[in-house]
């Protein structure tokens, strides 16, 4: 067994031997023992590799644990390694990587002064290229977000990616992310509504 099966182990006999302790944390908030969990996910997750996490109740009242390769390809190998030890007998649903959401499309992202900026993709339109290789270029064109910088319209784009199609789906097929306020003329035939994309990426 290598180390790295050693440490995806470990985690996860203390995640079974944990699970009811993990459930009331996150049930009760005022759990005396919450911060404590959280810090032994967080060591055993991050000793593994360097991964973020999440885990909870989602819509449908079942439990999750996301871990995330944080959009990183060979991350993401061996947090799907990490899912393939995962024990079958709970009633869990683990994921290798951030599932797309059921989503109004509407969300919050942090500007450069770690300001809460709102952001409605829902009137966005895109273009799609795909490469030689059959990877594909997105580019958003996006009119209401001139009140924010590029910086922060590119990290807005590419998190409404993974929230609309999953980090899977992103990291296996998207190459790159581009975000502007208005496409040239030349694509006003070719553009489509954003409500479009995920069945046009995964048809």
Known sequence: M?????????????????ESIIKDCIENETEKTREHVVE???????????FSWDIGLDGSNSWF?????NGDRDQFKVSKEIMEYAPTHMNWTFHSSKPAKN????????NYNLDL?????????????????GQLELIFEANNITHIDEETALSAAHEFVTHELGEALKIKR???VKIVVLLESEYDDSKEPISELKDHLTE
């Not at 989503?103 to 942090?110: G, N, S």
């Not at 900026?117 to 290789?133: H, M, T």
């Open 174 to 176: 998207i190459a790159s």
């Open 40 to 50: 032994q996910l967080n060591n055993l997750i991050l000793n593994i590799g360097a």
């Open 65 to 69: 644990l996301t871990i995330s390769p």
């Open 117 to 133: 900026v709102n952001i409605d993709a829902n009137p966005w339109n895109y273009i799609v290229f795909e490469e030689e290789d």
């Open 2 to 18: 290598s180390a790295n099966e050693e440490k995806i182990m470990a985690f996860w006999q203390w995640f079974v031997k944990s």
């Open 103 to 110: 989503w109004d499309r509407i969300f919050k992202i942090h």
